[in-house]
């Protein structure tokens, strides 16, 4: 007989290649070693068996979390946000180059994010980089070091130290980053839309007002630079949480060109509609933002026929502070929601609520999430890849209760709803990271994540050539 496993993991539901099976996931060190029938005898340390109603499915991918350490931890910091990853099925998060001091856009930088994330981090954890104008054609060495892209701001970011990239910029460091075969990743709002839309409003707590002091048309603008720029110098371009559906079209007419772009939206645009946002409750505001139910309808039309390619939390909390700055005036309020641990059931209750299967959403939120990213070991169940697994019951319910969330700051637009999915136990590299009623107080487990690096990044990559 063989050398047992260290860990199998049986369930009547397992989501593999593509569809739902009975199967026994065996695991060793850490990757998964074997994927047998469901009742065949496998030695093994510890085995689990799933009760009914749960299913097996890869650890979500999130590839848009702003943990905000070091220099703003006090709004999110890798030991919350990892263990909120976990809680939420979430096996890898690359966390974004702001808004953490100092932004991550030189080596220096994104070494001190890595020894404030080491110690702690409960999931696995990849990093962006940052282009910002003085960042630009010294790009590569960041690219080397083993970020996984470049995000730019095409309008101001809300923090100082990240400034934003004009159109000529843009179109600098898409040629710069095309030269590597980098990625860019962009928010995409167009600054001159922005500046004549609030000089014709006043702020205030009017959701509506709020809305229409950041509209369509600044996405239109800001995602049609970036296809000609795409175009123009060949550099593969990611649109960051599209919030207009009105912008789809020209995303569709790109992709038909056979330009590399791809696109995410996010859960709180697929969950809320204005129509439903009170006004003063600052909790639901994003750049973009939310906007009306028409529009929701579209953008699960686009994620339905690929237009766009995938859902990211966008997790940019900030303090409650902050959050509620200006009692309820949107121009005050930090602009970001927290969305982290709450992603994968968000999506999935209202992809239930339209007749769209598990299967759909776990391509949105694994599979086309770690392709992205260039991370073939993650995203799926499959021999040889990373033992990142969550038994998920998709039939559960939960009421939110934004006090019992393991986000640093407990603000959430979720608070008091109730969502289908209840993550039951995550395993990272087959080793429990989490398991439901998980409280504090209960054993506390030695953080086991581990840093990502861009695949092909490092020393070879920096020799060659
Ligand atoms: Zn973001």
């Known amino acids: 007989m063989s050398n047992p496993y260290d860990l199998v993991v049986r369930a009547e539901s397992v989501f593999v290649d593509g569809?739902?099976?009975?199967?026994?996931?065996?695991?060793?060190?850490?990757?998964?070693?074997?994927?047998?029938?469901?009742?065949?005898?496998?030695?093994?340390?510890?085995?689990?068996?799933?009760?009914?109603?749960?299913?097996?499915?890869?650890?979500?991918?999130?590839?848009?979390?702003?943990?905000?350490?070091?220099?703003?931890?006090?709004?999110?910091g890798f030991d919350t946000g990892t263990r909120a990853a976990a809680a939420g099925g979430v096996t890898t998060i690359v966390d974004m180059p702001l808004n953490s001091i100092p932004p991550t856009t030189t080596v220096e930088a994104l070494e001190l994010k890595r020894a404030a994330a080491a110690p702690q981090a409960r999931v696995d954890v990849g990093f962006w980089g940052g282009a910002i104008p003085s960042s630009l054609g010294a790009l590569e060495p960041l690219w080397n070091e083993g970020v996984f892209g470049f995000k730019c701001f095409l309008s101001p970011s809300g923090v100082d130290e990240f400034p934003h990239l004009d159109t000529e910029q843009l179109n600098a460091a898409l040629a710069e980053i095309a030269g590597f075969g980098g990625l860019l990743i962009v928010h995409a709002e167009d600054p001159d839309v922005l500046d004549a839309a609030s000089s014709a409003s006043h702020g205030g707590p009017g959701y509506l007002d709020f809305v229409a002091s950041r509209p369509d048309l600044s996405e239109e603008d800001a995602i049609a630079h970036v296809?000609?720029?795409?175009?123009?110098?060949?550099a593969r371009a990611h649109i960051l949480h599209l919030s207009s559906a009105r912008a789809l079209d020209a995303l569709r007419a790109a992709k038909a060109e056979g330009l590399p772009l791809t696109a995410e939206t996010c859960p709180h645009y697929l969950s809320f509609s204005a129509e439903h946002i009170p006004d003063g409750a600052t909790q639901y505001k994003c750049c973009p933002p939310i906007r009306d139910e028409a529009n929701r309808d579209l953008l699960w039309e686009g994620l339905?026929?690929?237009t766009i390619d995938l859902i990211a939390s966008d997790h940019s909390p900030s303090t409650a502070e902050l959050k509620f700055a200006g009692s309820g005036d949107f121009a005050e309020a930090w602009g970001g929601i927290s969305g982290l641990q709450l992603s994968f059931p968000a999506v999935w209750t209202a992809a239930r609520e339209r007749g769209i299967p598990l299967e759909r959403v776990l391509g949105w939120m694994a599979v086309n999430t770690a392709a992205l990213v260039g991370l073939g070991t993650k995203g799926a169940i499959a021999v040889g890849g990373d033992a990142d697994l969550v038994a998920f019951a998709p039939e559960e319910t939960f009421v939110v209760s934004a006090e019992e969330l393991e986000h640093k700051n407990k603000v959430s637009a979720y608070d008091g709803s109730t969502l289908h999915g209840v993550v039951h136990t995550t395993w990272l590299a087959g080793e429990v990271v989490h398991v439901v009623g998980d409280r504090p107080g209960a054993p506390e487990r030695v953080p086991s994540g581990r840093l990502l690096t861009r695949p092909g990044a490092g020393p070879e990559a920096r020799s060659t050539e």
Do not use: F, M, S
Not at 33 to 61: F, K, N
Not at 227 to 234: L, S, W
């Open 19 to 76: 569809e739902w099976r009975a199967a026994a996931v065996a695991v060793r060190d850490g990757v998964v070693a074997a994927i047998a029938e469901y009742d065949e005898e496998i030695p093994a340390h510890q085995v689990a068996t799933l009760p009914e109603g749960q299913v097996l499915v890869p650890g979500i991918v999130d590839t848009h979390v702003h943990v905000n350490e070091p220099g703003r931890t006090e709004w999110e």
């Open 227 to 234: 296809i000609a720029g795409v175009r123009a110098t060949g």
């Open 304 to 306: 339905l026929d690929g």
